[in-house]
Nanobody
């Protein structure tokens, strides 16, 4: 079965850094499109970053601060978050979109809180 498990969230001060992990099982990352999304209380879920093949794309709000990457040997996707702002506070979700798949898969989410 396909499963995505996020980890690495927590409380960090503004300007700090966190690295989120998305451990995938039931499939191999190669050829899948992997994304990070986030949702703050009372707000719509928004797209943050995507890695598809060799291509990476980022929302304007995180461009230059966040980096999405894959570690194929561990079948894990990461989101390195630097220069964090209070506006980054949200639950962060990992999404997997299989090539030629019928549906997308989502993880349970991990809480990121940026506060002094």
């Amino acid at each position: 079965q396909v499963q995505l498990v996020e980890s690495g969230g927590g409380l960090v001060q503004p300007g700090g850094s966190l690295r989120l992990s998305c451990a995938a099982s039931g499939f191999t990352l190669g050829s899948w499109t992997m994304s990070w999304h986030r949702q703050a209380p009372g707000k719509e879920r928004e797209w943050v970053a995507t890695i598809s093949g060799a291509n990476e794309n980022y929302a304007d709000s995180v461009k230059g601060r966040f980096t999405i990457s894959r570690e194929y040997a561990k079948n894990t996707v990461y989101l390195q978050m630097n220069s964090l702002k209070p506006e980054d506070t949200a639950v962060y979700y990992c999404k997997a979109a299989p090539r030629f798949g019928l549906r997308d898969y989502w993880g349970q989410g991990t809480q990121v809180t940026v506060s002094s």
